[in-house]
């Protein structure tokens, strides 16, 4: 099976802290794509790769920034943590010609 | 640009009831249309699809039909069970999208009642 893990459930952090959100797919999926949820929004598309390297803005990039340095790996980062970014996280993955998108559990993230 | 639309939720139902979620769409060209189903504390995963016009996507009792005339992709099930208690997502991939993009609805909050 296809399994693609976050690294925290839950995380608290203050404003201005520099917060790193980490993701990791098992399956070598070429795609990758961090997503935040909030309620009455649905899913909303931060950032996505398309390979190692390589990344493109999503819809609301604004006080985001991502690390793709390896294949399996996609790394999230809130430069400058703000509590307008408390919000649910979520990551997945898709193989090049395969659409199915394969999610991780979620982090809640906190920022007080 | 592509979008998404779902009907308002919370649905509360009873157990055994008719269950419909209505999703409709914007999209250029003809895209492939998604419902995802995200159960408390756990991330999303692949409920159904339908590639292209006409397609009917099943899957664990939930059907959904790819209508291009009225751009709707409605997901039903005959008779809910307290386990389908979710939020359901109506999502659609556009053609020719880099990376594999999928563009979601608001969500649909699914409370099913014994």
């Known amino acids: 099976d296809v399994k693609v893990t976050q690294s925290s459930r839950y995380l608290v952090k203050r404003t201005g802290e520099k917060v790193f959100l980490e993701c990791v797919q098992d399956?070598?999926?070429?795609?990758m794509f961090w997503y935040r949820q909030d309620p009455g929004l649905g899913l909303r598309l931060i950032y996505f790769?398309?390979?190692?390297?390589?990344?493109e803005k999503g819809d609301i990039p604004e006080g985001y920034s991502v690390s793709r340095e390896k294949k399996e790996r996609f790394s999230l980062i809130l430069e400058s943590a703000s509590t307008n970014q408390t919000s649910m996280y979520l990551c997945?993955?898709?193989?090049?010609?395969?659409?199915?998108?394969?999610f991780g559990q979620g982090t809640r993230l906190t920022v007080v | 640009g592509n979008s998404v639309t779902q009907m308002e939720g919370p649905v509360t139902l009873s157990e055994e009831a008719f269950l419909t979620i209505n999703c409709t769409y914007t999209a250029t060209g003809y895209p492939s249309l998604f419902w995802y189903v995200q159960y408390p504390g756990e991330g999303l995963q692949l409920l159904l699809k339908a590639t292209k016009a006409d397609d009917k996507g099943s899957n664990k009792g939930f059907e959904a039909t790819y209508r291009k005339e009225t751009t709707s992709f409605h997901l039903e099930k005959g008779s809910v069970q307290v386990s389908d208690s979710a939020v359901y997502f109506c999502?659609?991939?556009?053609?020719?999208?880099?990376?594999?993009?999928?563009?979601f609805g608001e969500g649909t909050q699914l409370t099913v009642n014994p």
């Open positions: 997945a993955s898709t193989e090049g010609r395969n659409t199915e998108a394969f």
């Open positions: 790769s398309y390979d190692v390297k390589m990344k």
């Open positions: 399956m070598d999926h070429e795609n």
């Open positions: 999502a659609l991939k556009a053609r020719g999208t880099s990376g594999s993009r999928l563009t």
